[in-house]
């Protein structure tokens, strides 16, 4: 059992369609961040929350952290063939300089 | 350019011959750190450094060794490869960010290795 879970594990739509990923826990993160890794690359940080109930907007892309700082969701509004890629969420401890992935989620966005 | 760099990307190696991944930044980072990654998994830290001569254990350290000699530095061994270990590697850096924030971690290639 991992203590991020990513869901869905995969998630196919038409391009114009909207879409939200779900990262959950039962532990409490200071921070929790967004990668996104396209094929044959390594992950690149899209976003990094911190403050319980936070929303950022990236674009067309809203994160938003949960109240307990437990949980966060990525939803990507009209999606485009150019979000296609492994969205992960990473939550770090409180006094930690580690990051625990959660297992991903493969978005495909069909044109 | 601000990078990453590993090498070799690609390795195809036997049960028991001894191997080494490098990795190298560029950025002055404190941190770096080690993961790999298999499907559904996500990526699971191996080992990582908060700077020269400063190494800890990761989620999955078995069978892997590290050092930091320099700051830039920081080679990944697997002194008798297993099957079980094929797998992608990442080799990441950050700042150290004190306080309860972590710094973005700033990825690699990545090094696809399989043993036979």
């Known amino acids: 059992t991992q203590l991020l879970e990513q869901s869905p594990q995969f998630l196919s739509i038409q391009e114009g369609e909207n879409l939200t990923v779900y990262c959950n826990s039962s532990?409490?993160?200071?921070?929790l961040q967004w990668y996104r890794q396209e094929p044959g690359e390594g992950p690149v940080l899209l976003v990094t929350?911190?403050?319980?109930?936070e929303v950022k907007k990236l674009k067309r892309l809203t994160f938003q952290f949960g109240d307990a700082r437990k949980d966060s969701s990525l939803h990507i509004t009209a999606a485009q063939p150019g979000d296609t890629g492994l969205y992960l969420c990473?939550?770090?401890?409180?006094?930690?300089?580690?990051?625990?992935f959660g297992g991903g989620t493969r978005v495909l966005v069909k044109p | 350019e601000a990078q990453v760099t590993q090498n070799p990307r690609y390795l195809i190696t036997v049960t028991g011959k001894k191997l080494t991944v490098t990795c190298s930044q560029n950025?002055?980072?404190?941190?770096m750190s080690w993961y790999r990654q298999d499907p559904g998994l996500g990526l699971r830290q191996i080992y990582y450094?908060?700077?020269?001569?400063?190494?800890d254990k990761g989620d999955v350290p078995e069978g892997y060794k590290v050092s930091r000699k320099e700051k830039r530095n920081f080679p990944l061994i697997l002194e008798s490869p297993s099957p079980n270990q094929t797998s992608l590697y990442f080799c990441?850096?950050?700042?150290?960010?004190?306080?309860?924030?972590?710094?973005?971690?700033?990825f690699g290639e990545g090094s696809r290795l399989t043993v036979l």
């Open positions: 950025m002055n980072h404190e941190y």
């Open positions: 990441a850096s950050s700042f150290r960010v004190r306080g309860l924030n972590t710094g973005e971690l700033f």
């Open positions: 532990s409490v993160f200071s921070s």
């Open positions: 450094s908060m700077n020269v001569e400063v190494t």
């Open positions: 990473a939550g770090a401890r409180a006094a930690g300089n580690k990051l625990t």
């Open positions: 929350v911190v403050t319980g109930g």
